[in-house]
Nanobody
Framework: QVQLVESGGGLVQAGGSLRLSCAAS????????MGWFRQAPAKEREVVAV????????TYADSVKGRFTISRDNAKNTVYLQMNSLKPEDTAVYYC????????????????????WGQGTQVTVFS
């Protein structure tokens, strides 16, 4: 059973940066894609970024392209989300999750394809 623990959230002024971490235990995840998702108040959860098992391919939501970077360190079984130029609209609870399918042929960003959700970490951006 995979367990994911997010950390690194906090309160930051608009234009600032945060780095989120997602540490996995219970299984080595180097062959699974990992994703970051977020849920803002009164909104549905949405995908932020996804990275393949080896880290060679990434995809981002249009709203964060050029500002956020997803990466992973398979030796540490950890995935990161570097968030720069933060905006108030980035305020949300951020979750990480692991692809349910081993070595999926075509990267997915569908929430239904991800599982073992972490508890989330709150990011609040004030102007």
């Amino acid at each position: 059973q995979v367990q994911l623990v997010e950390s690194g959230g906090g309160l930051v002024q608009a234009g600032g940066s945060l780095r989120l971490s997602c540490a996995a235990s219970g299984r080595t995840l180097r062959q699974y894609a990992m994703g970051w998702f977020r849920q803002a108040p009164a909104k549905e959860r949405e995908v932020v970024a996804v990275i393949t098992g080896r880290g060679g391919i990434t995809t981002y939501a249009d709203s964060v392209k050029g500002r956020f970077t997803i990466s992973r360190d398979n030796a540490k079984n950890t995935v990161y989300l570097q968030m720069n130029s933060l905006k108030p609209e980035d305020t949300a609870v951020y979750y990480c999750a692991v692809d349910k399918l081993l070595r999926r042929a075509i990267m997915s960003s569908r929430q239904a394809d991800f599982g073992s959700w972490g508890q989330g970490t709150q990011v609040t951006v004030f102007s």
